[in-house]
């Protein structure tokens, strides 16, 4: 078997892909970091784990070469809101820190996965849906990164035959972990309100409508693209994928046909509305349809049924 690093492994996304890649390849033969320790109970930290900043090639190269990893899945960023708010770290990290990541993988011989976003994609766009190959000119530091990194490992696939993959997720709901300073963590912070207080208020408009996809879906779709036959790959990085697409307002009305006295509030944030302004509403994945046979599982109603019945429990749980 393949020994996999996961970077960033305490974030969002991480605390779902280590389980998941854990129980797929091994416990021992998934190795967890992130800058942070994390706590005891994190669901990452159920294995090896070994605090790394991937800004720091040297030390990375390091743990590479000591667990002889042949997969990283490159999850540490800084995403929108905090990107805009801290631009210069966002910069290092997003793009040193890739950098150091296929310098590293090229080195040694890795596979790679790098996410991208919706972020990726600017103004200037078409929106709906938005396509697979399309205008990229985005006005927000992360999206900046984002198209960058993109182009990066492309380059790195041409110029070197790393294998790098990637998918532009879209907003990711999920209840394992907080999500880490988004545009769309509304729609995940929705349902930890609508279950605790009966309460929510929104910092994007009631109409603006983005792409989402429930966690499990995104797990799966990385997977898929990792196991993919590379010969059907056209595009290789920065597959659009979708799921569905909802405004806060439609999101709220599924949350309260089963919570008919959840109540939701709109304080407007200008700086998350026009982040969100600029992304798409739709998305257009027939490539990752075609490619890789890419099909999500999960609709604005599953996705609501099984996170309000998930997150109860967990809330439950907690307080027993
Ligand atoms: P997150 O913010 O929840 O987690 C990022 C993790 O990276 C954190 O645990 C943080 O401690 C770590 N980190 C920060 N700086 C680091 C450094 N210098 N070295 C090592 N680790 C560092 O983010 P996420 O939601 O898990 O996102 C994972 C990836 O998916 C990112 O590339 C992000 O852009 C992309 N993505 C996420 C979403 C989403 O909705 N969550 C949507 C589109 C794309
Ligand atoms: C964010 O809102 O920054 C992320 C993303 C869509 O990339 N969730």
């Not at 779902?16 to 942070?36: I, K, M, N």
């Not at 390091?62 to 210069?88: C, D, F, N, T």
């Not at 545009?183 to 983005?210: M, N, S, W």
């Amino acid at each position: 078997m393949t020994p996999v690093l996961v970077t960033g492994a305490l974030g969002q996304v991480g605390s779902e892909l280590v389980p998941a890649l854990r129980s797929r390849y091994g416990v021992d033969q998934v190795l967890a970091t992130d800058l942070l320790s994390g706590a005891p109970d994190h669901p990452s930290l159920g294995g090896p784990f070994e605090q790394l900043d991937c800004t720091d090639g040297v030390a990375l190269r390091g743990v590479l070469e000591r667990y002889r990893i042949k997969a990283i899945y490159h999850l540490a960023a800084i995403l929108s809101a905090r990107a805009e708010a801290e631009p210069q770290l966002a910069w290092r990290v997003n793009m040193e820190g890739l950098y150091n990541v296929l310098e590293a993988a090229r080195q040694v011989g890795a596979q790679v996965f790098v996410p991208s976003s919706i972020a990726a994609f600017g103004p200037s766009t078409p929106h709906d849906p938005t396509p697979q190959d399309t205008i990229q000119r985005p006005n927000t530091l992360y999206g900046v990164t984002k198209v960058a990194g993109e182009l990066l490992c492309d380059y790195y696939a041409q110029r070197f035959g790393l294998d790098v993959r990637g998918l532009r997720y879209p907003g990711l709901v999920s209840y394992t972990a907080p999500p880490g300073g988004g545009t769309t963590d509304y729609a995940v912070e929705i349902f930890h309100h609508a279950l605790i207080k009966g309460q929510y208020t929104c910092f994007l408009g009631p109409d603006t409508r983005l792409p989402l996809m429930y966690m499990p879906d995104a797990i799966r779709a990385t997977l898929e693209l990792m196991q993919a036959d590379p010969a059907k790959l056209r595009h290789r990085n920065a597959f659009n994928i979708a799921a569905f697409s909802s405004t806060p307002a439609e999101l709220a009305a599924e949350i309260q046909k089963h919570r008919p006295d959840f109540k939701v509030f709109y304080a407007v944030d200008p700086v998350r509305q026009a982040i969100a302004e600029s992304w798409p509403h739709t998305l257009d994945d027939s490539a990752a349809r075609e490619e890789w046979g890419w099909r999500p599982q999960f609709d604005l109603r599953g996705m609501t049924q099984d996170m309000l019945e998930k997150l109860s429990a967990r809330i439950l749980q907690r307080e027993a």
